[in-house]
């Protein structure tokens, strides 16, 4: 595979100079930015024969193509890197020894699956769209993956999910390997199924300690936790006979038998039986409920549900019923809305981003987005306003039981529960009711050729969702925006096995498939919870072409990703009298806020923080109040416009005197790690002093 | 210093716009200088005004109003009612503010005072259920009356020289029918049974006062009570709502006052039933004042109105409007009559020399010359320039016959390293016929020449080339590319004055006083307003590019000169040196740039000018100060100063009670002796420096150039000054004010961890068996 030698040395290769000058999009100006080069580095003889991709355990690599130039974005196509390009089951890799823009190194450094992936990787399911284009002309095509073939093709535009737009071109690419990369690449990215995709790698995850909610033991937990009478967990869907969607352990009403429960399953959509999710001591309980079967006229069903839960309440409050299909838009609307973002933030050059850009906000707004995430965020605070003011249990009803109801159960949780609020807390959250409870992933994110029209980024919406409350209340969560990018970006990725799978039954159906194929391989579905538990990249550090970069990624994300004002919370709780004196008592709240920061802080420990043993109960008191109004809102610009730098209007972009973007928090960071250090110092005295006592 | 530290804390929160109860003036007692004396003359004045008002009856406006009395219900009120009522037989003598009359009503105000104020705070423990009760300073004003006063007047000195104007519809505790006055403010007029119509809380019904310096209305319907206070300053124009065709509802009649920061305010005379203002006293919610003005629509009004009421408010009617507008009334401005004392000169920040010997001139190639300390050559520029050396002044001469209103290239900043300059000026006079100056042209190239790192020399002409190309209609133009060789001329695209001030009318359209939500995005960017910011911004960023990264001059140019080229020069030297982006740093750039190069403050803001249909009017430095603030934002870190202190500015923009941006041209300013006369606005920033200082700002960011980003995507509106009025918009807890909590816990925690460690250290040494124990 490595025997490839051509001729143009490749790896010194820095080219703008064959492409004609584009007008940048300053037209309004009429000014021609004069071409810069981008620095090319020392005459390094990089031997042709080492170009090679890093692999993962099963992956094969299937096609290759040399001098392959990939073009920084929104450089008008005029400066690039060379490298050669390859196309694997499982990735894109393009592989240069050329230094890396410093937004794809930050971009990389930020994600949850830089383990796995180098800075020039893309996973495969991560590809949205192929687009074909040439350089004398401005028109694009796009490919499908039973397009017929053009003898030669000049350039490849990648969109991914993730609103990235990559640009290779093939212009000193030997004839032939061109059209093989291209062909390996659409036959890859879009599967038939599922299981077609790259989903396991031969390294056992790291426990992150999160519950799957998949064992009866975790429900118990959740009831035990929130302390909502009159549930119980019933294991009827054992063999997913009751319900595909469901998992094998679902929270029912006391006093439904599971006959009963099997009767009433057949009505609903989906054969889904209402579940609950969370509740209060109080007795308001959340449960989620898909329509009655369109086939099914009788209501009798679905009213006897009703009253179950209706009797679950120790008071025998009417539980308020939200029909989120009559209330919130439509999942149709939502990938329309998608689409309109996705053509606002994937501009193909200089002149269509200024040109998006003067009506940035018009478009935003006939996209129609904000209004959803307006529209969800006050259910959500109705609905909280209910189970919290009123203690009525909350029906969340709409069609499959598992879209938009996801969005809302999610969002009052996080506006009730603090516990929701942590990183810890989060996962459980997502994993609840979003993973065991069954959104179609597979689906919604388009992870498989055929269900186009199925498509709707649910999911993103709520991570915009959970960005506004960010935005709302600084110091509330314990992640940041960027953690929630970053679990968009994970989405698309099939090395998480969380995002990929329309169901619990749909994995283990992927999984039992996968280890058929491969006997003597074991097979390992990584969660994407995993990322916080790994210490170790796999991919070898000359990959990322630079040797300024030591792999101190872990940390560095680990701050982005943690919100230093929730922090700075927790030392202003130990920074009251007394606090600090009773730091080594377990039994004080100040020995677990010190806890709690050390497995924030501490190099060693491993994160989420665990509050484990014994069940910390459920506490209303925090609850968070929203403003919904489309004014206090914001566009989530660092994930709509995370790979979008601004098109350079300047001509020099890294010029030493320049101030760079430092994060805001970094002088918080500081001072935070001075008080840790503070705190660690003190402590390790009185441990000495103990022992010499 | 904790104490201190509280203090500008409240002062800042006055400054986030929202006034709450929690006014503590008894934190605010030490600040220097203002006695008894002060306080004084302040209760005093509000007195003899009062009889001032009631003495002046003559005959009855066409303002309708009611029946006094009825309302008043707090002992702060009542011992006022007992006083006007007292003197309400008066003549019809001319209503100014006399000064024997301050005289004598100050010796036995003193009495009556501490009775009011301690029964007020009694009432406000009564009362109580207030979101903060105001309890301190309810405790130190019923201490002693003189304290008391004296405090109150702090609170108002304090508030009025940050953010007084700032106060929204908010309220605070202070007793009724006693406004805290500044040095040198006189109570005019006062109004009883005046209702304000607030868009967002609903009709309050209170006193409206007048001063010589502001307008104040209070309300002791909701506790605690509610207050707005407005420097005359802001209004630019008033009108008079309804009269005898319009119908007869309550609230029917009265003015409108129009203002430069974004709001409007009405003022309704007409005095409603009795019955009406019982449900306004059982229930102030919003729904019910609804319901019942529609059914008082129908109701029609009782004519019960002494004459007395409306004599007082035409009264204040005709003070507002003399006082709004003094320039139309021969009057001076209130910042002639203003004599705070600041520990800090303000007027001392800016000396031309100095800032041109801290850019390092004189160089080889620049001289400072004072050939315009008459201001005979250039009567709109400062006295003091710099001008390439090369050029002789008889060339200077030459050159300001060449440029519209003698506005010759002079030197605005000087790269300390590669000698690029930014130099500003005025169009050449081209004119249709292609006019020629090779003076002009050999002097260009003087700038060019002075820097020996390029051949090349930019000319910005911060116009659209349509218009540029029109100027030449009206004898003006552009450097033609030809006449100057190695000149290179852009156009930055920035439309003119009547644009910026339609557009700001459309944003004021959409921000005041509802949002509408659903069309927010689209609205916003039909009023251009960001677009202008943007173009505005990114003009600016290609002159810093020009001179930081290709070390090339840069001239620059609009009509005038003094308008878009002021900003597009001011805020790349704000990109380019760190110096302008500290505090006393920025004065500078203002002083400089703005003041003293002659933006026209004067005419754009319309300064006690009634005539606010005047074309010369427009938000030009409005705009320039949103473009900082645009900066300061994707910077945090960079600068020396927070947003406050660009409201603060943006607020005596209009205030009239510092000389600082009063008048056209240094040249007025001086004939005018605003500098021995006024107080200049730095006094007040630089006295109170702590208070506008960004905790966030790291001094090494000094030496860095900012490049910011200019794409519509990362600009905003800034909300914070727009919106301030509108309770519904959201502010958001500015991150530098965790950042000061954050360092608060940080030296809490380090307190307490040393407390330990002695202890711990304490007990080893006295070997005590106790020591497991004590840090277990």
């Not at chain 1, 809305?337 to 906000?361: A, N, V």
């Not at chain 2, 003036?25 to 004045?45: C, E, F």
């Not at chain 2, 001076?332 to 801290?358: C, D, H, M, T």
């Not at chain 2, 790291?698 to 995507?713: G, I």
Request: with cysteine.
């Amino acid at each position: 595979m490595n025997s490839h030698r051509k001729g143009t040395p490749s790896a010194r290769f820095t080219t703008y100079i064959d492409f004609e000058e584009i007008n940048d999009g300053l037209t309004t100006v009429g000014e021609t930015v004069p071409l810069r080069p981008i620095d090319v580095p020392e005459e390094t003889n990089v031997d042709e024969e080492k170009i090679e991709p890093h692999l993962l355990p099963g992956e094969i690599m299937i096609a290759r193509a040399n001098n392959v130039l990939k073009f920084a974005p929104l450089k008008a196509n005029r400066t690039g890197i060379s490298g050669t390009l390859f196309v694997t089951n499982f990735k894109v890799s393009f592989v240069t020894s050329l230094p890396v823009e410093t937004k794809e190194r930050d971009m990389h450094s930020r994600s949850l699956q830089n383990r796995f992936l180098g800075v020039h990787d893309v996973c495969l399911s991560e590809v949205d769209m192929v687009n074909q284009f040439s350089e004398d002309s401005a028109k694009k095509k796009r490919l499908l993956y039973n397009t017929q073939m053009p003898p030669r093709l000049s350039g490849l535009q990648l969109v991914l999910k993730s609103l990235r737009v990559i640009n290779f071109s093939f212009k000193f690419t030997p004839t032939g390997e061109d059209i093989r990369v291209a062909q390996a690449l659409l036959h890859h990215a879009f599967p038939t199924s599922i299981d077609h995709l790259f989903l396991s790698c031969g390294y056992a995850p790291s426990s992150p300690g999160i519950p799957d909610f998949c064992r009866p033991a975790d429900w118990e937990h959740e009831l035990q936790r929130t302390r909502c009478p009159n549930w119980r967990v019933s294991k009827h869907n054992e063999f997913f006979n009751l319900c595909a969607s469901l998992p094998t352990v679902l929270v029912v009403p006391r006093d439904l038998l599971d006959a009963q429960l099997e009767q009433a399953a057949q009505h609903f959509q989906g054969t889904r039986p209402p579940v609950w999710c969370w509740g209060t001591p109080a007795g308001a309980a959340l449960v989620r409920m898909a329509q009655i079967s369109p086939s099914i006229t009788d209501k009798q069903q679905e009213n006897r549900m009703m009253g179950l839960v209706h009797r679950c309440h120790p008071m025998r409050l009417q539980p308020k019923i939200f029909d989120l299909d009559q209330i919130l838009p439509s999942l149709k609307e939502i990938q329309i809305s998608y689409i309109k973002l996705r053509e606002l933030h994937t501009p193909d050059d200089p002149t269509q981003f200024w040109e998006q850009d003067r009506h940035y906000f018009s478009r935003l707004e006939s996209s129609r987005w904000l209004s959803h995430v307006s529209k969800c965020l006050e259910v959500a605070q109705n609905a909280a306003t209910a189970i919290l003011h009123q203690n009525s249990s909350v029906i969340l009803q709409d069609a499959s039981g598992c879209d938009l109801s996801a969005v809302i159960s999610s969002l009052v949780q996080l506006l009730l529960d603090p516990h929701v609020r942590t990183i810890r807390g989060f996962h459980c959250l997502i994993q609840k009711e979003w993973v065991a409870l069954g959104h179609p992933f597979t689906k919604r994110l388009g992870h498989t050729r055929n269900q186009v029209e199925e498509q709707s980024p649910v999911w993103l919406l709520f991570l915009d969702c959970v960005y506004q409350v960010s935005l709302q209340h600084h110091t509330a969560l314990e992640f940041t925006s960027e953690y929630l990018v970053a679990l968009w970006h994970a989405a698309h990725c099939s090395l998480h096995s969380s995002f990929m799978f329309n169901s619990v039954s749909a994995k283990y159906s992927a999984s039992d498939v996968l280890q058929r194929e491969n006997p003597q391989q074991p097979i390992y579905l990584r969660p994407v919870w995993s990322w916080w538990a790994e210490n170790k990249s796999i991919i070898e550090n000359e990959q990322n072409g630079s040797d300024e970069e030591p792999l101190d990624c872990k940390t560095s994300a680990r701050e982005a990703f943690l919100n230093v004002h929730y922090i700075q919370k927790l030392f202003k709780s130990l920074a009251i009298s007394g606090a600090v004196r009773r730091i080594s008592d377990p039994l004080s709240s100040a020995y677990h806020t010190w806890q709690h920061i050390d497995c924030l802080m501490g190099e060693t420990r491993q994160l989420p923080y665990d509050p484990a043993t014994p069940i910390v109960p459920l506490q209303l008191d925090g609850s968070l109040r929203l403003d919904t109004s489309l004014s206090n809102l914001r566009p989530w610009l660092n994930c709509f416009c995370a790979w979008l730098s601004e098109p350079a209007m300047l001509t020099l972009n890294d010029s030493e005197s320049l101030l760079k973007d430092s994060s805001p928090a970094s002088h918080h960071w500081s001072h935070i790690h001075e008080m840790y250090n503070t705190m660690k110092d003190l402590l390790s005295q009185n441990l000495t002093n103990g022992a010499a006592q | 210093m904790a104490a201190r530290g509280q203090r500008s804390a409240k002062r800042r929160s006055g400054c986030f716009l929202v006034m709450f109860s929690g006014v503590k003036p008894d934190k605010r007692s030490k600040v220097k200088g203002i006695t008894q004396l002060g306080s004084r003359s302040s209760s005093s004045s509000s007195h003899s005004s009062n009889s001032n008002t009631t003495r002046s009856n003559s005959s009855s406006g066409s303002g309708g109003s009611s029946s006094s009395s009825s309302n008043n219900k707090g002992g702060g009120c009542k011992s006022h009612s007992g006083s006007s009522s007292g003197s309400s037989s008066g003549s019809g003598s001319p209503p100014a503010g006399t000064p024997p009359h301050t005289q004598m009503a100050s010796h036995e105000s003193l009495n009556s005072e501490s009775k009011s104020s301690s029964l007020n705070s009694k009432l406000g423990h009564e009362s109580g259920g207030s979101p903060s009760p105001p309890k301190s300073a309810c405790s130190s004003t019923s201490t002693t009356s003189t304290d008391h006063h004296h405090t109150n007047h702090q609170v108002s000195h304090v508030l009025t020289a940050t953010s007084k104007m700032t106060v929204r519809d908010g309220s605070r505790t202070l007793r009724p029918d006693e406004p805290p006055l500044v040095p040198g403010e006189q109570l005019e007029g006062t109004a009883r049974e005046v209702t304000y119509l607030c868009p967002y809380v609903g009709p309050k019904k209170g006193t409206l006062s007048v001063t010589n310096y502001r307008l104040i209305f209070r309300s002791p319907e909701t506790d605690p009570p509610f207050e707005l206070e407005v420097p005359l300053g802001v209004v630019s124009r008033i009108e008079k709502v309804g009269g005898a065709n319009t119908s007869r509802g309550e609230n029917s009649y009265g003015i409108e006052i129009f203002c430069k920061d974004i709001r409007n305010l009405r003022f309704a005379h007409k005095q409603n039933d009795s019955q009406y203002s019982m449900h306004l006293k059982r229930d102030m919610h919003i729904s019910v004042f609804r319901r019942y003005r529609v059914r008082h629509n129908f109701a029609g009004y009782g004519a019960s109105q002494t004459s007395e009421e409306n004599h007082s408010r035409r009264m204040v009617t005709e003070k507002l409007l003399q006082y709004a507008f003094p320039a139309s009334h021969k009057l001076p401005f209130f910042a002639f009559g203003y004599n705070e004392q600041y520990q800090e000169r303000g007027w001392s920040v800016y000396e031309p020399i100095a800032e041109l010997k801290r850019q390092g001139l004189p160089t080889e190639s620049w001289r400072i010359t004072r050939i315009n300390e008459q201001y005979e050559l250039c009567e709109t520029y400062p006295a003091v320039w710099a001008v390439p050396a090369a050029a002789s002044d008889n060339d200077l001469r030459n050159v300001a016959a060449f440029r519209s209103r003698g506005r010759i290239p002079v030197l605005s900043w000087i790269h300390p390293e590669s000698q690029a300059t930014i130099t500003r000026c005025a169009q050449p006079l081209v004119g249709v016929s292609g006019k020629r100056s090779r003076d002009d042209e050999a002097y260009i190239q003087h700038i060019m020449d002075a820097n020996a790192q390029s051949h090349k020399i930019f000319i910005m002409d911060a116009r659209p080339s349509v218009n540029a190309v029109a100027n030449k209609a009206k004898g003006g133009g552009y450097e033609s590319e030809d006449a100057y060789q190695n000149a290179e001329v852009q156009f930055l695209d920035i439309h003119n004055i009547h644009v910026m001030r339609e557009s700001l009318r459309k944003l004021q359209e959409v921000c005041y006083p509802h949002i509408d939500n659903s069309h927010w995005l689209s609205n916003l960017e039909a009023t251009h307003w960001l677009d202008h910011i943007r173009c505005v911004l990114s003009g600016a960023l290609r002159i810093a590019d020009k001179v930081e990264s290709h070390k090339t001059s840069v001239v620059v140019h609009c009509s005038d000169g003094w308008d878009r080229t002021a900003q597009l020069t001011a805020l790349s030297m704000l990109m380019l040196d760190g110096y302008y982006r500290t505090i006393p740093g920025f004065a500078v750039l203002l002083e400089k740039e703005w003041l003293s190069f002659g933006h026209k403050f004067a005419q754009r803001v319309g300064h006690g000018d009634d005539r606010h249909q005047d074309a010369d009017r427009s938000p030009v430095f409005l705009q320039f100060v949103d473009c900082v603030w645009q900066i300061l934002k994707q910077f945090p870190h960079a600068f020396q100063f927070t947003e406050d202190m660009l409201i603060t500015i943006l607020d005596h923009l209009y205030s009239c009670l510092f000389g600082t941006f009063l008048y056209n041209s240094e040249r007025e300013r001086i004939e005018k002796e605003v500098k021995t006369k006024t107080v200049s606005l730095w006094s007040l920033i630089l006295s109170n420096k702590a208070d506008f200082e960004n905790p966030l700002y790291s001094a090494n960011t000094k030496h860095h150039v900012l490049f910011p980003r200019t794409s519509m995507r990362h600009l905003c509106l800034w909300d914070k000054y727009y919106c301030r009025w509108n309770p519904s918009m959201r502010q958001q807890e500015p991150v530098h004010i965790r950042y000061k909590e954050l360092l608060h816990v940080k030296e809490q925690l380090e307190k307490h961890v040393d407390e330990l460690r002695k202890e711990l250290a304490a007990r080893q040494t006295h070997d005590s068996p106790r020591v497991a124990s004590a840090i277990v």
